[in-house]
C-alpha cells in the first residue's frame, strides 16, 4: 500500500491571493498558480534567510522534497516575471499549524483560537464576513 502523503506544514497565509503584473491586460489565461508550499518555500528560504535544511524541518518535508517544492516555485515566478503573468496562490497539500481566516470586507488575515471569530481591525462578527483559508 502507498504511504499517505504528508501535509506540508505551512505557518500563516499570505497576505494576499497573488500578484499582477502592471501593463499588462488581464486576462484568465496569462496566469500561474503557485501552491501554498511553494509560497512558504520562498518565504522560509529567501525572505526568512533560512538554510533549505531549517526549512524542510519546518515544513515537515524531506530535504530533496523541499528542494523540489522551492526549485518550482522558483521557476514559476520567473515565467510570470519574464512573460508578464499574474500569480495566483492557490492549492497544494498543505496544513496551517492554527485557524485562518480572511476577513471579505478589509482582508486582514486573522488567526484565531477556537471561538473567536471577528475581525480585528473592522470589528465585523458576522461568519458570512470571514473566509476560512483551512478548508
Ligand atoms: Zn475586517
Same mark, same amino acid.
Given at each position: 500500500m502507498p504511504r499517505p502523503k504528508k501535509k506540508r506544514k505551512i505557518k500563516s497565509p499570505p497576505k494576499m491571493l497573488g500578484f499582477k503584473p502592471f501593463g499588462i491586460k488581464f486576462c484568465n489565461s496569462s496566469h500561474i498558480s503557485l501552491q501554498y508550499e511553494e509560497y512558504?518555500?520562498? $518565504?522560509?528560504v529567501i525572505y526568512d534567510k533560512l538554510s533549505q535544511d531549517t526549512a524542510a524541518e519546518m515544513m515537515e518535508v524531506s530535504r530533496p522534497t523541499l528542494t523540489r517544492i522551492y526549485n518550482s516555485?522558483? $521557476? $514559476?515566478?520567473a515565467e510570470a516575471f519574464v512573460e508578464g503573468k499574474s500569480i495566483l496562490i492557490k492549492g497544494g497539500d498543505f496544513e496551517f499549524g492554527k485557524e485562518?481566516? $480572511?476577513c471579505k470586507k478589509c482582508f486582514k488575515l486573522i488567526e484565531t483560537t477556537i471561538g473567536t471569530t471577528s475581525c480585528v481591525d473592522c470589528l465585523t462578527s458576522s461568519k458570512n464576513e470571514l473566509i476560512s483559508l483551512n478548508d
Open positions: 512558504e518555500s520562498v $518565504k522560509l516555485a522558483l $521557476k $514559476k515566478i485562518w481566516y $480572511k
